[in-house]
């Protein structure tokens, strides 16, 4: 379930990033995600994962304490800066910079 703090934005932003929407629909579409992953950060159990690429490397993902902050802070930061992206950035490069 912790993954999914690492999935949801990444494909999201990948589906945003195809989409052949105006500025306001990219900004509301960015702007939706982060709220979606800031409160997935804040409502997901404080849990451990692991993913072993070997027997001597093995990447481990934990979300508690200080983890969870910076989990709920980083979208919630994002907030105000896509939304002025959207209002101030020209159509041409903004899906890119959105997604």
Do not use: H
């Amino acid at each position: 379930m912790i993954w999914l703090l690492v999935l949801f934005p990444a494909l999201a932003g990948l589906a945003i990033w195809a989409l052949p929407l105006g500025r306001a629909g990219l900004g509301l579409c960015a702007c939706a995600v982060a709220g979606v992953t800031a409160l997935l950060a804040a409502g997901l159990p404080a849990t451990e994962s692991g993913l072993a690429w070997s027997a001597n490397l093995v990447l481990r993902a934990d979300l508690s304490g200080t983890s969870r902050a910076i989990a709920v802070a980083v979208p919630s930061v994002s907030l105000p800066v896509l939304l002025y992206a959207a209002g101030t950035e020209t159509r041409r490069g903004l899906s890119r910079l959105l997604g």
